[in-house]
């Protein structure tokens, strides 16, 4: 059995810092690309931004240099270093991956998701 479970969201003010974490467990083969997305109230879920096993990574225009995504391949863990941030970047913020539990097999998993309020 896979799980991916996120931490670290919580309130911030407009202009401060949070760091996200992602971590995959279980009987895993391989973990393959990383995603963090996000869904505000009333809105679609977004991606904000992706990572592959590679290292590679995309990012939507809204966050580009303010949020940084990475990875610890060997811990199975990926991270959204979040900064400058602002009022409309709240919202719960979800992990993907893509993950192999035998070779042949991949498929989709989503975290729990986790609560970003920026707010003064």
């Known amino acids: 059995q896979v799980q991916v479970v996120e931490s670290g969201g919580g309130l911030v003010q407009p202009g401060g810092s949070l760091r996200l974490s992602c971590a995959a467990s279980?009987?895993?083969?391989?973990?393959?690309?990383m995603g963090w997305y996000r869904q505000a109230p009333g809105k679609q879920r977004e991606l904000v931004a992706a990572?592959?096993?590679?290292?590679?990574?995309n990012y939507a225009d809204s966050v580009k240099g303010r949020f940084t995504i990475s990875r610890d391949n060997a811990r199975n863990t990926g991270y959204l270093q979040m900064n400058s941030l602002k009022p409309e970047d709240t919202a719960v913020y979800y992990c993907?991956?893509?993950?192999?539990?035998?070779?042949?097999?991949?498929?989709?998993?989503w975290g729990q998701g986790t609560q970003v309020t920026v707010s003064s």
């Open positions: 993907n991956a893509a993950i192999s539990v035998r070779i042949g097999s991949v498929n989709d998993y």
């Open positions: 279980g009987s895993i083969f391989a973990v393959y690309a």
């Open positions: 990572i592959t096993s590679g290292g590679n990574t």
